[in-house]
């Protein structure tokens, strides 16, 4: 839409609001309730051109719908601008709870608090991040042709997955370092101290942009709560990471591996180190058995996107969950195109705001891994369905955890050897205890493992933000925090010269992470309560397939319709019992594991935990300092 229309949204905006002449505030709870419709319908609107503008880019990099998504963002911020403005002409303390409580939304809008010059320079920041991720492409591959040149999706996360040469790896990793994170260390510097104002443009109280984050979780302090969930499920985390070490050191040998140390970041099957599943031939307890992992089987039936979002969209639909409309099919990208455009391969789901358009961005690869992601991305998209007829300030997760916990929660239930096998896409599965423990291993990589990753992301930023971490040390802290929590260690020199935390997707895109690690734990209380519902209360939680239980999806609907217009504790209880985040589910879930890890690791000698500093190729400042100044002692003494 035109300009034009756009700004006479915000015009009308400014000066329909009724307001009282002598200045003083409007307590008048109709004419507020008014105010608050005429809002979410004209947001709707302003939205929408705003998320299509950005589509727009994101399947096709241009330098033209660049432009056209940043006008679109600034007139959207001008628009959210208006309406705070607008808002804070009445006096809301004598209104219902409810009317309160929308009002309060309208009062935080993130960087579109900044002035209109700022918040163009953060858009086109985050925009050239985000781009330089996007498009980064690794040339020079030792025995290949120096001009073929591999992007992240799906080369370099093939390679990853598949490759288990120690040489090969390094070199993918260190070159997707070199060219995603590296060249945004400068941009990335400047984005913060721009969040940091838009912080305080929001409300003073804010000390910096993560507290700002962090106060949407409605807790008192977020980072206490996370830190105190880990604390309960490291010692999990030990457990898997020494069995893990243990085989490593077996298939690469002595002078790769140190058995007390921290595990090579390269080593691990992606990426990031974030997910190790795709090592799961490599650590499998029981390795003569039926495998869980139905990659192969996909490809050799020639299994397509469509075909693999269609499984997904029936699992939701047989559940007795909204099907996806029309345009969904029509609209959607779900294959990276082949007509050399370049695209944000990174999954995405995305609401228009206007009620039916809803689509998927996804480069879609045949294996398991891009089978569940299918499903989180249609678990976002449920969400969106659901609460499609509340006002904008709600249309959200009751906190962002359970927005990302949709998708993977019904995934516990596709991912069972049962189910896989009921879809025809495993032909045997085995029923014996060590079958069973084979599973929970492939799931244990995913989950557990995930667990120090999805903390660390946010921890590092959080202290960005706060100033505690600064450019001159922030490859170093990030690898401070990527060996204490994760037990990794970087084989290669690491030095300020690198920016690894910016070779991960979310550091450049400026999303926070928080919310898989919130996700990672309540998705195991929600699939608990759907399995009980389901009438699967006495099977094993690992084994439950909530398969076409009304009972089940009509519970879950029940929460996702909500949206935000309720604190989450509540959205919880009403699914759960539960008014709290609670780690208990998912150490249930995967008990035989730990009990078989604790006799696996006692059998093999092994002891927890890891020497950080053996290893490690991070630069250490300070012993570079005593380093040098030895030897400037010693050089004066020979001198004499
Ligand atoms: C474009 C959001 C979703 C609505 C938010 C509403 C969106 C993208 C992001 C993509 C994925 C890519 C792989 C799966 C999701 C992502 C993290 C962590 C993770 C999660 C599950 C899993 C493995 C890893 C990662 C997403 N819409 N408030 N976001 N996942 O902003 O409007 O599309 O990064 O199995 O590290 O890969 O959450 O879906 S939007
Ligand atoms: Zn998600």
Redesign the pocket.
Known sequence: MEQGKLCLIIWCLVSCTPFDTRGQKITDENQAIQFLREVSDQAEIVRYHS?MA?WIY?TNITDYNEQKMLEASSVLAEFDKEARHNASLFDISGFDEDTIRQFEFLLYIGSAALSSEDKLEYDTIISKMKRTYSTAKVCGRPGHNPSECFSLEPDLTRILADSRDYDELLWCWEGWRDEAGKPTRDDYTQFVELANKAAKANDEKFDDFGDYLRYSYDVDDLQADVLRLYAQLEPLYKKLHAYVRRRLYQHYGDDKIDVKGPIPAHLLGNM?A??WNNILDLVEPFPGKPTVDVTDRLQELGYTAERMFEISEDFFVDLGLAATPESFWNESMIVKPDDGREVVC??????FYNKEDFRI?QCTDITM?SL??VH??MG?VQ??LQYKDQPVVYR??AN?GF??AV??VL?LSVSTPEHLQTIGLLDVIGDDEESDLNYLMSQAL?KIV?LPF?LIMDLWRWDVYAGKITPQNYNAKWWELRTKYQGIAPSVPRSEEDFDPAA???TNSN?P?I??FV?YIIQFQFHKALCELAGQGDVPLHRCDIHQSQAAGAKLADMLKLGKSKPWPEAMHALTGSRQMDAQPLMDYFQPLIDWLDEENGKNGDTLGWDPTSGSQTEHPKVNLIMATVLFVLGIMIYR
């Open positions: 998320v950005n994101n990031w974030q997910q990174h999954a995405s789901a995305w609401d961005k891994q569940i992601t989180h991305e976002h969400y969106f959200g997760g962002h927005h990302e998708g993977d995934a995913k995930f999805g991960k997707y979310h999303t992470y919310r898989y996700s």
